[in-house]
T-cell receptor, first 114, second 112 residues
Framework: SQTIHQWPATLVQPVGSPLSLECTVEGTSNPNLYWYRQAAGRGLQLLFYSVGIGQISSEVPQNLSASRPQDRQFILSSKKLLLSDSGFYLC?????????????FGEGSRLTVL | DQQVKQNSPSLSVQEGRISILNCDYTNSMFDYFLWYKKYPAEGPTFLISISSIKDKNEDGRFTVFLNKSAKHLSLHIVPSQPGDSAVYFC???????????FGKGTRLSVIA
């Protein structure tokens, strides 16, 4: 069966520090991968998605970046965090050939920037 | 411009009664719709979906209705239970390898 894991689960970082959130998927190949953010009082905002290794689409311009170094690994990064980067970050995957559209989410990573 | 709108940020319902969560969309290319449930500090979990070729899909206590002409869908939960208290996200998708577009969510509180 397929599983998705992301870490760390909780992170407290000072403004201006770097960020790296990792996400891995097991039990499937060539998944579509996504990073979403849920900020306080807001919905799920799509940040990046990837349909294959090295292929990244950015939905929202900001100081975050994403990379997909391996088929089932998706990394969210920042060189210098801002206060506004605080939020709950969710990694998700969907079968590359699936027509159903169902997304499976990881457990989430709560980032607090102080 | 929000393509998927959940205009009610919160809803409070008594246990045993019906909960109705609403969602509107603007993109006529959307042809698949999903509802997700999210507890605090957890990732959302898939609840129920509906294709645009249908107007109703039922799964146990959960039913989703789609009105394509009005670009409106709703999730009905009956009977509501305290464990249903969560944030519910509506999401929409168009054909192809496109990402899901989510609404902002509605927080449902089921009161015992």
């Amino acid at each position: 069966s397929q599983t998705i894991h992301q870490w760390p689960a909780t992170l407290v970082q000072p403004v201006g520090s770097p960020l790296s959130l990792e996400c891995t998927v097991e039990g499937t190949s060539n998944p579509n991968l996504y990073w979403y953010r849920q900020a306080a009082g807001r919905g799920l905002q799509l940040l990046f998605y990837s349909v294959g290794i090295g292929q990244i689409s950015s939905e929202v311009p900001q100081n975050l970046s994403a990379s997909r170094p391996q088929d089932r690994q998706f990394i969210l990064s920042s060189k210098k965090l801002l206060l506004s980067d605080s939020g709950f970050y969710l990694c998700a995957w969907r079968g590359g050939t699936s027509g159903a559209g169902e997304l499976f989410f990881g457990e989430g990573s709560r980032l607090t920037v102080l | 411009d929000q393509q998927v709108k959940q205009n009610s940020p919160s809803l409070s319902v008594q246990e045993g009664r019906i909960s109705i969560l609403n969602c509107d969309y603007t993109n006529s290319m959307f042809d698949y719709f999903l509802w997700y449930k999210k507890y605090p500090a957890e990732g959302p979990t898939f609840l129920i979906s509906i294709s645009s070729i249908k107007d109703k899909n039922e799964d146990g206590r959960f039913t989703v209705f789609l009105n394509k002409s009005a670009k409106h869908l709703s999730l009905h939960i009956v009977p509501s239970q305290p464990g249903d208290s969560a944030v519910y996200f509506c999401a929409a998708l168009s054909s192809g390898n496109t990402p899901l577009v989510f609404g902002k969510g509605t927080r449902l509180s089921v009161i015992a």
